[in-house]
């Protein structure tokens, strides 16, 4: 009854769900295969590694009597 009122390009088309396409696995996915299945992805940076500043978090340890 819904979809009655929604005009034509409005209306679902398919289910975005689906059944990894790899043998015996039943994982669903968005699209292609699921991550165990995905083949590995190497990231090359043009301009070498973007820099990352580490973190130093002091700890303070406060004892508590108990």
């Known amino acids: 009854m819904q979809n009655e009122s929604l005009p034509d390009w409005m209306r679902p088309r398919g289910t975005m769900l689906s059944v990894c396409p ?12 699921c991550v165990e299945h ?3 992805v190497t990231v090359t ?4 590694r973007p ?16």
């Open 22 to 33: 790899e043998p015996g696995c039943t994982t669903l996915t968005m699209g292609g295969t």
């Open 38 to 40: 995905d083949p590995p």
């Open 45 to 48: 940076f043009t301009r070498g």
């Open 51 to 66: 820099y990352v500043a580490e973190v130093a978090a002091e700890t303070v340890r406060v004892s508590v009597a108990g």
